[in-house]
Every structure is written in structure tokens, then in C-alpha cells.
């Protein structure tokens, strides 16, 4: 599966950004899609992630401020991201696991896109 996320950019502290990642070459269903992020000098760390039907898990840091959803039809997944921190300043990937748990337990995906740049001035 190929995957291409859009919509990073630059955004001062307190203000939005939408991520949009949209999933081609196979079907997912069944499929958790997720988000990750990457900072610079850090590993990677995860976001956000949902099921295929039900069912979100955020990290700790993103919680109350960011929101995941899919399109299943169109086999995307997008990421709003309110109140913005200078330290969400980060590489963000989209991922496709089979398992929620893979993704929010051990870090991990079956596939990956290549990611969008946020930057959030203080």
C-alpha cells in the first residue's frame, strides 16, 4: 500500500493545522490507520491511531487537542490538530497497521508513508 500525507506547514503556538493521508494500491479493510511523528534529533513517537469501524487511542501528549478520523469509502485518514505546541514541530507519517495495538503498544506498522513537515513558532 502506498500512502501520502498533505497538509503540514508553518502555524504559530495556539493555532490548527488538518493532516490529510490518503491510502492506494490495496483495500484496508480491517485495517487501523494511524499517525505518527518524528522531531528533530528524536525517534519516532506515536500520535494517533484508529480502527477500522470504532474505536480511537491518542498519546498522552495530543490528547484533547487532536482528532483522527477516516473515510472509509476513500481510504483516508486525516489528523485535526488544535492548539499547537512548539513542540508538535515534527515530521508526521500516516501508517497502516492490522492491529491498533501494534501501532499504540509497540510503535510499529505494516506500512508507511513518507510524511508532511509541521512547524509551530513559539
Known amino acids: 500500500v502506498q500512502l501520502q500525507a498533505s497538509g503540514g506547514g508553518l502555524v504559530q503556538a495556539g493555532g490548527s493545522l488538518r493532516l490529510s493521508c490518503a491510502a492506494s494500491g490495496r483495500t484496508l479493510t480491517g485495517y487501523a490507520m494511524g499517525w505518527f511523528r518524528q522531531a528533530p534529533g528524536k525517534e519516532r513517537e506515536f500520535v494517533a491511531t484508529?480502527?477500522?469501524?470504532?474505536?480511537?487511542f491518542y498519546a498522552d501528549s495530543v490528547k484533547g487537542r487532536f482528532t483522527i478520523s477516516r473515510e472509509f469509502a476513500k481510504n483516508t485518514v486525516d489528523l485535526q490538530m488544535n492548539g499547537l505546541r512548539p513542540e508538535d514541530t515534527a515530521v508526521y507519517l500516516c501508517?497502516?497497521?492490522?492491529?491498533?495495538?501494534?501501532?499504540?503498544?509497540?510503535?510499529?506498522?505494516?506500512?508507511w508513508g513518507k510524511g508532511t513537515l509541521v512547524t509551530v513558532s513559539s
Open positions: 484508529m480502527a477500522w469501524r470504532t474505536g480511537t
Open positions: 501508517a497502516v497497521s492490522r492491529t491498533m495495538a501494534t501501532m499504540r503498544e509497540y510503535g510499529g506498522a505494516d506500512s
